[in-house]
C-alpha cells in the first residue's frame, strides 16, 4: 500500500515491457475484484437498506485507510477545491454506482454484474479521449477489440440464460448495470485529471468514502429508520467488512493508483480479468462448468489483454 503515494516520475519503461509496479497492483485489483460481487450478493441477501449496507462499507474502508495513512504518516489534509473534488469522485464511484450495482444485483446475478462491468474499458477510453484529450494507440484498440470479442463469447451463454428466465428482470438488471458503469467511468476520468494526480491518493479516496457514507446514511435513515437487527447477522458483517477492507480500502486505493500511472482506460483491464477469476471462483465453490466457447473466450480475453497493456504508447 505504501506504493500508492504520488507517483514520482520516472523513465519510460522499454517497448513492450509492463513494469513490477503495474503488474502487482493490476493482479491484486483483479483477484480481489473477482470475490466483491458475491460479497455484495450477501450484503442483499441479509435484508438491510441497501443505503446502510452502502454506508457500513464505505465507512470501514474509510477508516481502514485513515489507519493506514496515520501507519505511514500520509497526509490527509486536503484544500477546500480538493474536498469538493473528493466529493465528486465519493459521489459518482461510492454512493450513485454503488446504489445501480446494489439495485441491479436485486434483478440478476452478481456474475452477470460482473460481465457487463469488464466493458469499463469503453467509455473510460471514449472519456479520457473527450476530456483529458488522452489518445488512443492503435495496439490499445486492436486488444481491446480481441478482448471484447472474448467476453462476448465467454458471456454469451450465461447473458442467454438470464434472459431466458425472466426477460423483464434481465433487461432492468443490465441497465441499471449500465447506468452504474458511467458513473463509475465518469469517477475513473475524473481521477486522471491534472488537478486529481496533484493531491494525495489516500486523502482523495478518504474524503470520497466519508462524504458517500454519509450521503448514503442519511438517506438509508431517512427510508428504514436505524439498523435493523439482520445487521448482526454473521453474513452481513463479514461481507460487509470483507468489501469495506479488500473490496474498498485494498482495492480502490491500488486501482486509482493504476488509474493514475497508466490511464484509465488500461486501468479498466482489470475488469475484464475480474469476471474471469469470478468464474474459476464459482467453478471451485458453486461446481460451474466451462464450455468450449468460455474457454476460447477467456483465451480471447487474456491475449487481448496483453496486446493493449504492452502498447508503446499506451491510452493513458
Not at 163 to 168: I, K, P, T, W
Not at 184 to 209: D, E, F, G, H, T
Not at 275 to 299: F, K, Q
Amino acid at each position: 500500500m505504501g506504493s500508492i503515494a504520488p507517483p514520482t516520475p520516472v523513465g519510460p519503461a522499454p517497448v513492450g515491457v509492463v513494469p513490477t509496479r503495474i503488474i502487482l497492483p493490476f493482479i491484486i485489483v483483479t483477484l480481489s475484484g473477482g470475490s466483491t460481487w458475491t460479497a455484495i450478493r450477501y450484503q442483499i441477501d441479509a435484508g438491510v437498506d441497501m443505503f446502510w449496507a452502502m454506508s457500513l462499507r464505505a465507512l470501514i474502508g474509510a477508516i481502514a485507510m485513515i489507519c493506514w495513512s496515520l501507519l505511514i504518516r500520509a497526509p490527509l489534509r486536503l484544500p477546500p477545491r480538493g474536498v469538493a473534488y473528493a466529493a465528486i469522485i465519493g459521489l459518482l464511484q461510492f454512493f450513485l454506482c454503488f446504489l445501480f450495482i446494489y439495485e441491479a444485483e436485486r434483478h440478476v446475478t452478481s456474475g452477470v454484474v460482473a460481465m457487463f462491468f469488464a466493458l469499463l474499458i469503453v467509455p473510460n477510453a471514449i472519456l479520457a479521449r473527450i476530456f483529458l484529450k488522452m489518445p488512443m494507440s492503435r495496439e490499445f484498440l486492436i486488444g481491446s477489440a480481441v478482448a471484447i470479442v472474448g467476453m462476448a463469447m465467454l458471456f454469451a451463454s450465461e447473458i442467454a440464460a438470464v434472459a431466458h428466465g425472466n426477460a423483464e428482470a434481465a433487461i432492468i438488471g443490465i441497465t441499471l448495470t449500465l447506468v452504474g458503469l458511467l458513473f463509475s467511468s465518469a469517477a475513473n476520468v475524473a481521477q486522471a485529471s491534472r488537478y486529481a494526480k496533484s493531491l494525495p491518493p489516500i486523502a482523495v479516496l478518504v474524503w470520497s468514502m466519508v462524504i458517500a457514507s454519509i450521503a448514503a446514511m442519511i438517506l438509508g435513515y431517512g427510508r428504514s429508520g436505524m439498523l435493523p437487527p439482520t445487521a448482526l447477522s454473521p453474513a452481513f458483517v463479514l461481507s460487509t467488512v470483507y468489501l469495506g477492507l479488500f473490496g474498498s480500502a485494498l482495492t480502490f486505493p491500488l486501482y486509482f493508483f493504476l488509474i493514475r500511472q497508466i490511464g484509465p482506460a488500461r486501468a479498466a483491464y482489470s475488469g475484464v480479468t475480474v469476471p474471469i477469476v469470478a468464474m474459476i471462483l464459482s467453478t471451485i465453490l458453486e461446481g460451474y462448468r466451462w464450455s468450449l466457447p468460455a474457454i476460447a473466450g477467456s483465451a480471447l480475453a487474456l491475449i487481448g489483454l496483453v496486446i493493449a497493456l504492452r502498447a508503446a504508447k499506451p491510452a493513458r
